[in-house]
């Protein structure tokens, strides 16, 4: 068949490849007469070991020799060029100076839809002219005109009949006559683009998840290669050499074995990467056009089969440790070797190590540095120890130190949420307790206590003022009244707390000895109890005329009081009630207070005062002289407005609450981030308290709402 009469059968999906889905390249035909470009062909045989014909389902045995000799489709060659050189010289006007939609390739006349074309196929001369029709497209590639009308706009989309019309177009009429569903041109195109949209997007994650996926795979199997050069060298050194001659030829087995199914499975990864991409273009290229619904959901089909393998395929298989242990009980390898007994490829070198008991499973936030620490029967430099963090097809890198006395830490760090799991290898195996669990929570809020009024017995009028974490791991929570209430860190309550006598407990401090210290606002000044809330004494009576935060230097044994009315922070010691002095005093100038509301201590024993009246973060050295603004005033993120609390979590860093947010800094008080988010409901939040180590999480006394607010940080 000539390329004229060709044309007159041809559609434009005629030309397109159907595993690629672009125009072919080097188009290739199989014996079932079905055509390809020649590199999807070669790619699909190298992935999958034949040729499976994916519009018929016919299997062909292909090999690489093969490919050379496959027939070449001169037919949809000589159409493509036809097709290429029509597109690359089609004018912007017919001869008639309206927009071309068709060209003769006979008379090479680029024609309109209207009476141009009308008086082509009525002149006997032309009218049988092979014609190809071109895509009409305004300037901004959606379609302006009716083919048939050509001076008129496409107005309408019949959906039933998936096409596209204008006013004078007859069957219109019939579907608006046999009720089919009849939407305006512009709506079809805006909900195809939509869905046209949804479909890139799609794509595009699933690349992005093929991308990752590659990347894990190359830096795997630069590891598996790292062992497979380790166990080498084991073997080498070892003074049986047939034993070793044997093993390594195991061990060369392993090899080939394991790295040609690891390259299959990139090439594969690979090529369904290019299939996003040209799938991409694809869609791209298809918006404006609603007729192509059809083809649309045929793509977003194959894009969740292709994202389905991705997430199906366990990787895990494919890098598994390289391993030598006997087959029998041995203690050591060199004896193993020097011993008429079996063995395979195994190492004993990871039975000397072995993960800290609390660290086999452990729960962090996104983000949050951790460390996971080991420990070895025999002290050795920590090159010996290799780790990686992998979730998924997602790998993040891990910190080997050795810290002397055969104890190691293994810092690390995950920014996606999920349950991941950290491997250590010593050698080429798993120590003990490998892989550590690693659970991954997300930021932010996580639990409410609901009102606190509904727990109270007492004082009903006040909110909830401080919070403290007991030696339980429970929540206590004060509100300027004896009612002391107990909730675990889920939020549910626990018990009621009744102190011994009237008191109002405003702020609280736990020792470590379980003995409480709190301020009370009816006695106007400190109180320290047992751990059943019995009194062991009292002071600052007659100092104090307002006392609020407190903190305690557990070496000194330093009591310090911010007391709001006197503007300044009292130092007591805690053993028997003696004043040792006062940091700051009354104004605004620098080191000066003006109702500080909360103190805490550095590590070095700085002290850090939450200066409310000031609107700012101060720092005093041990002897109360002043040292520098850790945070300054403002309303923004990383200033502070009204501070009402500050403390310092395990990390060193600084978390404060002031009117309406929670921050973080550290100790430098430098902006880490907020904590909270705006629609969390803080609103005036008092007394704070970090709860959890792993995962960083801090409870709040929410004053404002009379609640309980509980972050991830």
Same mark, same amino acid.
């Given at each position: 068949m000539s390329v004229s009469k060709a044309l007159q059968f041809m559609d434009k999906k005629d030309l397109e490849c159907a595993i690629c889905l672009s125009r072919f390249q080097q188009p290739k035909t199989l014996n079932c007469m079905h055509t390809y470009c020649l590199q999807c062909i070669q790619k699909w045989v190298e992935t999958h070991g034949k040729m499976k014909c994916p519009t018929c389902g016919q299997e062909h045995d292909i090999t690489k020799g093969d490919l050379k000799n496959l027939a070449s489709n001169t037919m949809?060659?000589?159409?493509?060029?036809?097709?290429?050189?029509?597109?690359?010289?089609?004018?912007? @006007? &017919? #001869?008639?100076d309206n927009q071309p939609a068709y060209h003769c390739s006979t008379c090479q006349l680029y024609l309109c839809g209207g009476n141009c074309i009308k008086q082509h196929k009525a002149v006997p001369l032309t009218k049988d002219h092979s014609l190809y029709t071109l895509d009409i497209k305004g300037q901004d590639g959606q379609p302006t005109n009716c083919q048939v009308h050509c001076n008129t706009p496409l107005e309408y989309? &019949?959906?039933?009949?998936?096409?596209?019309?204008?006013?004078? &177009?007859?069957?219109?009429?019939?579907?608006h006559q046999n009720l089919h569903e009849v939407i305006p041109m512009l709506t079809a195109i805006e909900e195809f683009n939509r869905d046209a949209n949804e479909v890139v997007k799609l794509a595009q994650e699933t690349e992005n998840e093929l991308t990752v996926k590659l990347e894990f795979m190359v830096k795997s199997k630069l590891l598996f290669k790292s062992q497979l050069k380790l166990s080498r060298k084991a073997i080498e050194t070892q003074e049986n050499k047939d034993k070793s001659k044997e093993l390594i030829?195991?061990?060369e087995k392993i090899r080939t074995e394991r790295e040609d199914a690891i390259d299959s499975k990139f090439k594969d990864i690979d090529s369904k990467r290019t299939e996003m991409n040209n799938t991409m273009a694809t869609v791209n290229s298809m918006k404006n056009k609603p007729e192509e619904r059809d083809a649309l959901g045929f793509h977003k089909t194959?894009?969740?089969? #292709? @994202?389905?393998? #991705?997430?199906?395929?366990?990787?895990?298989?494919l890098f598994q440790k390289i391993q030598i242990t006997p087959n029998t009980p041995c203690a050591h390898f060199d004896e193993l070797m020097n011993t008429d007994c079996t063995f395979k490829i195994t190492t004993a070198d990871s039975m000397m190590y072995k993960v800290a008991d609390n660290d086999k499973e452990i729960t962090v936030t996104k983000g949050q540095t951790f460390v996971v620490k080991v420990s070895s029967l025999q002290e050795s430099d920590a090159c010996r120890l290799a780790a990686t963090l992998i979730y998924s097809y997602r790998v993040s890198p891990t910190k080997v130190e050795y810290d002397g006395n055969g104890e190691y830490k293994i810092t690390g760090t995950c920014n996606v949420e999920g349950d991941w799991q950290m491997k250590i290898t010593a050698g080429a195996a798993h120590i003990k307790g490998s892989p550590v669990k690693v659970k991954v929570e997300p930021l932010g809020l996580v639990h409410t206590i609901g009102n606190i009024l509904d727990y109270k017995e007492h004082n009903k009028t006040e909110n909830v003022s401080d919070l403290v974490l007991d030696r339980d791991g429970c929540i206590l929570v004060s509100s300027y009244s004896k009612d002391i209430l107990k909730f675990n860190q889920s939020g549910s309550f626990v018990a009621r707390i009744q102190m011994p006598k009237d008191v109002e407990v405003n702020r609280m401090y736990q020792m470590n000895d379980g003995h409480m210290i709190y301020s009370d606002f009816l006695s106007k000044c400190v109180v320290m109890c047992d751990d059943k809330f019995q009194e062991i004494r009292s002071f600052g009576k007659g100092i104090l005329k307002f006392p609020i935060g407190l903190t305690l230097h557990k070496e000194t044994r330093a009591l310090y009081v911010a007391d709001r009315n006197y503007h300044c922070v009292y130092k007591f010691n805690v053993d028997d009630g003696r004043l040792l002095g006062k940091v700051g005093s009354e104004g605004g100038e620098l080191g000066q207070m003006k109702i500080p509301q909360s103190v805490t201590l550095t590590m070095e024993g700085h002290v850090i005062v939450a200066d409310f009246g000031n609107r700012r973060i101060q720092m005093f050295d041990a002897s109360g002289k002043f040292m520098r603004i850790l945070v300054d005033s403002g309303k923004g993120d990383g200033k502070v407005w009204g501070p009402h609390c500050v403390t310092m979590d395990m990390d060193e860093n600084i978390l404060v609450s002031s009117n309406d947010k929670l921050q973080l800094f550290d100790k430098n008080g430098v902006f880490i981030k907020r904590i909270d988010c705006e629609y969390d409901g803080l609103y005036i939040p008092l007394g704070i308290t970090v709860i959890s180590e792993r995962p960083r999480r801090v409870a709040v006394a929410n004053n404002g709402k009379n609640n309980v607010k509980i972050f991830n940080y």
């Open positions: 949809i060659s000589k159409l493509l060029e036809y097709v290429m050189k029509t597109e690359d010289q089609k004018p912007i @006007k &017919c #001869v008639c989309y &019949c959906s039933t009949c998936n096409r596209s019309a204008c006013e004078q &177009c007859r069957y219109i009429i019939q579907c030829l195991d061990l194959v894009i969740n089969a #292709v @994202k389905d393998m #991705v997430l199906a395929t366990d990787f895990d298989k």
